[in-house]
């Protein structure tokens, strides 16, 4: 299967597409490409064969992977270095949330004279921005779980705060996305797991944000049903082509829904993932049961509204019930303290940071500390609302 759409860019779907990266390159006249991926990738066979056909085309290709999981402005200021130095003019982003990330970040910050920091998913931020000079971009993803391959910001930690910022400006959002199924079939039970909760915790929070946006409703009700048509499949027979498709649509689709707005799974989530280290995806589906309970007088008649389409019951508690099995299926934990050393955790801190986090103004029911410090204190015991 091949097809290619325009909502909401340009988005080439299908098994080797990645053959048509060059030609990618060629429609965005891009002629010194810097390829972005990070350090655990960049000496995969798959990942070293791509970049052997792409020499065939373009003399001066050069490759940043001096980053891994969880980037920090650090990584994207060295990119930035590089680009400059190497006369690079436009960036290939390839790989799962962090080099998409940081590629998508590098041909941004390419163009500006600010800091990073002054371009936070804050009010006009992104207005501040120079957009005479941002460097194309053609984004490549080899998870199907952030989507940020149609996204329009980037998440990256600020290592003095030891807070994860979301990076916002329309032109973060890629020219050319090349969702390829092929380049997802050795990723690990593991992490196609928790990439999967990932794309499903974005579905799900943009469907339940408060306000009227029935496109985004659209994209992710069906977002939902993709993951629960195929997330089982792909963790079961990681070759099965037609269920890793439909899970890079449903992280694509869940990308573009959530401009209607997240919530707080993804604040309790971003200080732990700057803090500890943790896998985005995993943190978003332990967290994920503690804050529909949680919000559930807000949500119940949303959800239930989507059961049917979900084959499921029609009521919130077989909604709930879904996710719950779901996760044990997966061999997701159940409690935070499972992965975390609770020991260490500042839960006063925490719930300050998630609190402030942009996500918790888009939850359908209105936040404060103490509730985020109450769903953290669920989370590591193990007892719903």
């Keep these: 299967m091949k097809t290619n759409w325009n909502y909401p860019t340009t988005i080439w779907v299908g098994e080797n ?7 990618a390159c060629k429609n965005l006249k891009i002629e010194k490409p810097l390829f972005v ?9 798959m990942v070293q064969h791509i970049i052997k056909d792409l020499k065939k085309t373009f003399n001066h290709l050069h490759v940043f992977s001096n ?55 804050i009010g006009d931020y992104w207005k501040r921005a120079d957009e005479t000079n941002i460097a194309p971009i053609i984004a490549v993803p080899t998870t199907a ?12 930690i600020n290592k003095q705060t030891g807070i994860k910022k979301i990076i ?11 969702l390829d199924p092929n380049l997802t079939l050795d990723l690990s039970p593991r992490l196609t797991a928790a990439t999967g909760m990932d794309a499903l915790a974005h579905n799900l929070e943009a469907f339940c944000a408060p306000g009227f946006h029935p496109m985004a409703d659209g994209i992710a009700i069906e977002g939902m049903k993709l993951i629960k048509n195929s997330l089982i499949k792909a963790v079961k027979n990681g070759k099965d082509l037609n269920a890793r ?18 919530g707080a799974i993804h604040s309790l989530s971003h200080p732990i993932n700057a803090q500890f280290n943790v896998h985005h995806g995993l943190s978003n589906a332990i967290f994920m049961p503690y804050v529909l309970t949680f919000n559930k007088e807000m949500i119940e008649i949303r959800i239930i509204s989507i059961c049917d389409y979900l084959e ?9 019930h879904w996710i719950l099995e779901l996760r044990k299926e997966l061999n997701i934990p159940h409690k935070l303290s499972e992965i975390v050393d609770v020991n260490k ?33 669920h989370s590591i015991s193990g007892k719903l609302f």
């Design 37 to 45: 991926t990070d350090k655990d990738l960049i000496n995969l066979k």
């Design 145 to 156: 779980g952030t989507g940020s391959e149609t996204g329009r910001a980037s998440a990256i």
């Design 345 to 377: 955790i500042n839960l006063e801190q925490l719930s300050v940071m998630a609190l402030e986090d942009p996500s918790t103004s888009t939850n359908p029911r209105t936040m404060s500390k103490d509730d985020m410090k109450a769903l953290y204190e």
């Design 17 to 23: 597409r990645i053959q048509d990266l060059s030609i």
């Design 67 to 121: 980053f891994s999981g969880n980037p920090v402005g650090e990584n994207v200021e060295e990119g930035v270095g590089e680009f400059k130095k190497l006369g690079c003019d436009g960036v290939i982003a390839f790989g799962g949330g962090s080099g998409l990330d940081v590629g998508k970040a590098i041909a941004f910050m390419s163009g500006q004279s600010r800091p990073i920091w002054d371009f936070e998913d």
């Design 245 to 262: 498709a439909e899970l890079l649509a449903s992280a694509s689709m869940g990308s573009t829904a959530f401009q209607k707005g997240l």
């Design 312 to 320: 499921l019951d029609k009521s919130f508690d077989s909604f709930l």
């Design 168 to 178: 916002f400006h329309p032109k973060f959002l890629p020219s050319i996305v090349i």
